[in-house]
């Protein structure tokens, strides 16, 4: 069975950090992409920070360009998105996802986590 458990949101205030994880089991880690995914109340869902799953290609959104870092840890099947200069506009439900390939475009993806709330205070 597919699973993905994200971890690692909370409340932090403006200018913070966090750091959130993706947990993946029930797939060859190394054949797939991860991306980090986030969405507000009333937005669409928005593509943040993508990775190959062997540590290849990465994607970033413009709006968290040079903030966030996202990483694999091929050993642990995990990913990590370092959240560095938290801004009150980061403040979302945060989701990982597993896919074939390095996109930003949630259609892309075939398997979800069930989602971590990063809220920041201003």
């Known amino acids: 069975e597919v699973q993905l458990v994200e971890s690692g949101g909370g409340l932090v205030q403006a200018g913070g950090s966090l750091r959130l994880s993706c947990a993946a089991s029930?797939?060859?880690?190394?054949?797939?992409?991860i991306c980090w995914f986030r969405q507000a109340p009333g937005k669409e869902r928005e593509g943040v920070s993508c990775i190959s799953g062997s540590g290849g290609p990465t994607y970033y959104a413009d709006s968290v360009q040079g903030r966030f870092t996202i990483s694999s840890d091929i050993a642990k099947n995990t990913v990590y998105l370092q959240m560095n200069s938290l801004k009150p506009e980061d403040t979302a439900v945060y989701y990982c996802?597993?896919?074939?390939?390095?996109?930003?475009?949630?259609?892309?993806?075939?398997?979800w986590g069930q989602g971590t709330q990063v809220t920041v205070s201003s």
């Open positions: 996802a597993a896919g074939l390939v390095v996109s930003p475009i949630p259609n892309e993806y075939d398997y």
């Open positions: 029930g797939f060859s880690f190394d054949d797939y992409a």
